[in-house]
Nanobody
Framework: QVRMVESGGGLVQAGGSLRLSCAVS????????MGWFRQAPGKEREFVAT????????SYADSVKGRFTISKDNAKNTMYLQMNTLKPDDTAVYYC??????????????????WGQGTQVTVSS
């Protein structure tokens, strides 16, 4: 049984920072490609940042490049998302996900993988 639990969300002013964590139990995260996705009210869930299964390759959405950094600690079986210079448009529920062999960083490629319940990030202007 795989369980993924996000934490670290909250309310922050524009320009501030948050660090999200995704703690995984049941399987080692080193076996999977992993990533962060988000969904704002009234919008579709979208890709934010991902690791390849090897952890050697990272991908970022254009909207977060230069501001967000994805990382992971295999020993702690935890993935992180450091978010700096937050904007009101970053307001969303943030989800972590894992898949064995996704074809891309799209939500569809992770559809048959594992997902957490999400953590709310709200950025005030």
């Amino acid at each position: 049984q795989v369980r993924m639990v996000e934490s670290g969300g909250g309310l922050v002013q524009a320009g501030g920072s948050l660090r999200l964590s995704c703690a995984v139990s049941g399987r080692p995260i080193s076996n999977y490609a992993m990533g962060w996705f988000r969904q704002a009210p009234g919008k579709e869930r979208e890709f934010v940042a991902t690791f390849s299964r090897s952890g050697a390759i990272t991908s970022y959405a254009d909207s977060v490049k230069g501001r967000f950094t994805i990382s992971k600690d295999n020993a702690k079986n935890t993935m992180y998302l450091q978010m700096n210079t937050l904007k009101p448009d970053d307001t969303a529920v943030y989800y972590c996900a894992a898949a064995f062999s996704p074809l891309s960083e799209s939500v569809e490629s992770y559809a048959h993988g594992y997902w957490g319940q999400g953590t709310q990030v709200t950025v005030s202007s």
